[in-house]
């Protein structure tokens, strides 16, 4: 080989390997302009997939569609236990199935800011850990998905929270439920995320019930601040019997408050008449994705959570001195479900609760229909647990059997993988199979 052809061959190499560096520098370059939190913390910190946490500056949020394999999930149980109003009354802790993959923010290109860590006001000594998160647009915005289309934000709620300082309660109905609102408002007391069904000329009932219940009722001033509205409808049956109305028109528009809106399950609507599925999961998912904070709850519009939940439970997760909440796999926390019958108080806590149980005026949930969908692990034990002030993790356990057609009502973050929106209200019996 001549001088000629080492000089040639050492240059290409030289210049392969400035190519192969200027490339690999252009994609750490896309990644942090894409994903700015990478900025913060250390690779070599690890990441924990837990549910309270945004671990080393790492903010991880999935779709559906972009999850990728993963491990066979857990249901950790864990339950608050206190006798006031801080306690719920039976948690659980449910590790998702699959892995954290990182994807683009719902809310599209728009940048997102990491929320400064919230003051506590707890008496404990023990420091607090903050709650890393991404804030989100909470603007209207109007999107395809799949064959619906969605009015996302379309009637927003007045008053903003920072992502880090409460739990979004998210759930679904039509507008023959929204008289929910103000009895879950009150109990709640943090923002709700509602997605209404509104095909055909049920667009136009459910923009006065909207407007009725955010301007005539006694807790209107609590649905205004609380709730924010969105709309979905499939693109074949397009609103109809009224004006569309831009999300600008559609908050300055005046109730009648002398018609209030029809009510229950029983009355006649334009899904029902045209035979149409109820698309429960897509009303799930509609309402998860726009929730600001990150910790949400979803669940349905009919069930009322005990009042001090929120601070209760933020507490619980920033105090960080649970063996749960150090454990390396994602968790959700669920929460056990009863039935109260009618013209009784709701229950405050789980002492009130416990009396009622004994009476028989409260029975768990769906026990006549369907006993095994809502059957928690050690459920009978929790009842009796020494009663606590504060809230805490009561049991770790998994869906399996008998507990393989449990349907846990959770709290979890937006890294939880979505509900499956092939699956309808009329089809499936099991609607969580991203729990499985």
Known sequence: MTASTIRRNKNLCIKLSLA???????????????????LKGSASQGLVGEAGDSLS??????????????NTGLIALGSGTGNGNNSINSAAVVTAAQNPVEHDDVDGPTRSRVAPPVPTTSTSSKAKRPIQCLEKSMSPRTAMRGQYWVLYNYVPATETFSCNETITYTTHCDHTFLDNLGPLAKRWQGPISVAIYTPGTDYRDAVRAVTYYRQCVNESDIISRLVTFHFFFPYK?????????????????????????????????????HSLIYPVNVGRNVARETANSHYIFPSDIELYPNPGLIPAFLEMVQRGDEKALQRPN?????????????????????????KLLK??????????????????????????????????????????????????????????????????????????????
């Open 359 to 436: 009476s028989n005026i409260v029975i768990p949930f769906h026990k006549m229909v369907c006993s095994q969908c809502h059957a928690i692990p050690k459920a009978k034990e929790w009842r009796v647990e020494p009663l606590t002030d504060d809230l805490h993790v009561f049991h770790i356990g998994k869906r399996i059997q008998p507990y393989q057609h449990w349907e846990p009502i959770y709290i979890g973050t937006h890294s939880d993988p979505l509900y499956d929106e092939r699956l309808s209200w009329e089809g499936r019996s099991d609607k969580m199979t991203q729990v499985i």
């Open 57 to 70: 500056g790492y903010v991880y949020k999935r779709t559906l569609n972009s999850i990728k394999g993963g």
């Open 237 to 273: 049956h397009k609103p109809q019997g009224l004006e569309f109305l831009s999300a600008d028109k559609m908050a300055k528009l005046k109730a009648d408050c002398s018609k209030p809106p029809v009510i229950g399950e029983d009355q006649k609507t334009y899904r029902k008449a």
């Open 20 to 38: 192969l560096n200027i490339c690999v520098l252009l994609y750490l370059a896309v990644q942090l302009w894409e994903s700015p939190s990478l």
């Open 330 to 354: 994602p968790k959700v926390f669920v929460s056990s479900i009863f039935e109260i019958r009618e013209g009784h108080e709701l229950p405050n806590n789980k002492r009130e609760l416990l």
